[in-house]
Nanobody, 115 residues
């Protein structure tokens, strides 16, 4: 059974930093694109950053220049370095991974940024 687990969320003051980690385990035959999405209360889930198996990246306009996504294919892992955090970044962050041709989601990790 494939499992995707996030970690690294927490409470931080505006201007601070957090590093989110996500690792996939289980019966994985291949790995494709990976990324991070977030959902704030009362809002739709939105993509934050994605990274292809070859290392190509894409960021939403609101996080560009502040967040950095990276991956380690040998570990089936993806990371999100979050800097200069703002209160509007507060949300549950979800890891998404394309594994063996199917999409998998983690349970989410809460990020709360205070003023």
């Amino acid at each position: 059974q494939v499992q995707v687990v996030e970690s690294g969320g927490g409470l931080v003051q505006a201007g601070g930093s957090l590093r989110l980690s996500c690792a996939a385990s289980g019966s994985i035959f291949s790995i494709g694109d990976m990324g991070w999405h977030r959902q704030a209360p009362g809002k739709q889930r939105e993509p934050v950053a994605t990274i292809t198996v070859g290392g190509g990246t894409n960021y939403s306009g609101s996080v560009k220049g502040r967040f950095t996504i990276s991956r380690d294919n040998a570990k089936n892992a993806v990371y999100l370095e979050m800097n200069s955090l703002k209160p509007e970044d507060t949300a549950v962050y979800y890891c998404a991974a394309e594994l063996s041709g199917s999409a998998y989601w983690g349970q989410g990790t809460q990020v709360t940024v205070t003023s």
